[in-house]
């Protein structure tokens, strides 16, 4: 399978994905990784990987449609049969999540359905919650509201401040994606009305 990985920022996710495909844990090619920013650090880690990367600056659209479309058309000239959103932080219109609806991932630094949206961590904590993680879903129009294909729990401490948490679910994230992605690629992970299947078992 042909994985297009999109990102704004750090890349960290991208690159532990890249690596699982490097040492062969996912038999799948990475064909390109498309940042929305000119200064995400994750365009140079890609590049040191000797990845294809495209930059699509979301600046320069007038709308977030016409920025869609020519999204779109980017990835579609990369021929994907996975497109991976790893930190992309951008609100992709419905146009954008029903051309890959089944075919589009999204990690987020919840247990979904809590805390969709921004500052996870210190809602979590404000919160009082005793447990926070992470979530890997399949993208559908609602944002951060497709099914979850993955979790991981992450424990809260009584010295924990929103730092310490992001980091420890951080570790969690490289953790899932590529096993998701895996999962993806090797045809056991699929999505079905509003469901997500793993070997054709509702998750
Ligand atoms: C992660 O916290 C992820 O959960 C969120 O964006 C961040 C991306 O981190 N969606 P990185 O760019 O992969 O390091």
Request: net charge negative.
């Amino acid at each position: 399978p042909r994985i297009v990985i999109l990102i704004s920022g750090t890349g960290s996710n991208m690159v532990a994905i890249a690596e699982a495909v490097k040492a062969e844990e996912i038999d799948a090619e990475i064909v390109g990784v498309i940042s929305n920013r000119p200064t995400a650090e994750g365009l140079e880690k890609a590049q040191a990987m000797d990845l294809h990367t495209d930059l699509i600056d979301h600046t320069l659209y007038a709308s977030r449609e016409e920025f869609d479309h020519s999204l779109i058309r980017m990835i579609e000239d990369l021929k994907p049969d996975v497109v991976v959103l790893a930190g992309f932080m951008r609100i992709l219109t419905a146009d954008f999540t029903r051309y890959y609806e089944g075919r589009l991932l999204n990690i987020h630094p919840s247990l979904l359905p809590k805390y969709q949206g921004l500052n996870t961590h210190q809602r979590a904590l404000d919160a009082g919650d005793d447990i926070h993680g992470v979530t890997v879903h399949f993208v559908t129009e609602e944002l951060d509201g497709g099914p979850n294909a993955i979790q991981a729990i992450v424990p809260i401490l009584d010295i924990d401040n929103a730092q310490q948490l992001q980091q420890r679910v951080h570790e969690q994230e490289h953790i899932i994606y590529p096993i998701a992605v895996k999962w993806f690629c090797e045809g056991r992970l699929t999505m079905k009305g509003n469901e997500a299947l793993l070997d054709n078992k509702v998750l």
